[in-house]
């Protein structure tokens, strides 16, 4: 669950992404999920215990995550890249990569994909729609990465307490 306190239907959105995203069901992860780094191709699992600033800040080297050789430094609930961090770190005032600091973050991001009124409206669908670009794991991402189906997700928005439009 979200630790900012938000539209409950964007709480469950969030938990859903969490969910799609693997975090939240990540085999070591001790906090939600905001403990999680992604996984190379060694597939050893992994997780950061120091908040204070995003993992791969300080210079630790992208992860590799497949056969093309290509690179992520996806961490936290949201599978949020470093190469943004500094970016809304500064726009958002973020003074860590806490737990609140992840969820302020993906709210901006749902922002700015202009899905958060879809979200609080309930009109999942679309939301997911405008946030495929961002996240990967969404049906029709289109990045080579496993993509949940919509069915499934709409499924774990609901469970999380997120409410359909009529």
């Known amino acids: 669950m979200a630790v900012i306190k938000v539209h409950p239907n ?20 001790r906090n939600q999920g905001y ?3 992604v996984t190379g191709i060694d597939g050893k699992p992994e997780i950061f ?14 992860k590799t995550f497949n056969r093309r050789g290509e690179r992520s430094t996806a961490s936290g609930r949201y599978q949020q890249l470093y190469r943004y961090w500094p970016h809304y770190k500064a726009l ?3 003074p860590d990569f806490s737990p609140s600091s992840q969820d302020r973050l993906a709210v ?18 679309q939301a997911i729609d405008k946030c495929r670009n961002i996240w990967a794991s969404l049906p029709g991402a289109g990045y080579g990465q496993r993509e949940h189906r919509l069915d499934k997700l709409v499924e774990v928005y609901r469970a999380a307490g997120g409410e ?3």
């Open 10 to 29: 964007v709480a469950a959105f969030l938990d859903m992404l969490a969910f799609s995203e693997g975090t939240a069901t990540h085999l070591l992860t």
């Open 35 to 37: 403990d999680v780094v």
């Open 49 to 62: 215990t120091d908040y204070s600033d995003h993992p791969f800040a300080h210079g630790r080297p992208a």
């Open 92 to 94: 958002l005032s973020l």
């Open 108 to 125: 901006q991001l749902l922002t700015e994909q202009r899905s958060l009124a879809d979200i609080e409206r309930g009109d999942i669908e």
């Open 164 to 166: 359909i439009a009529q």
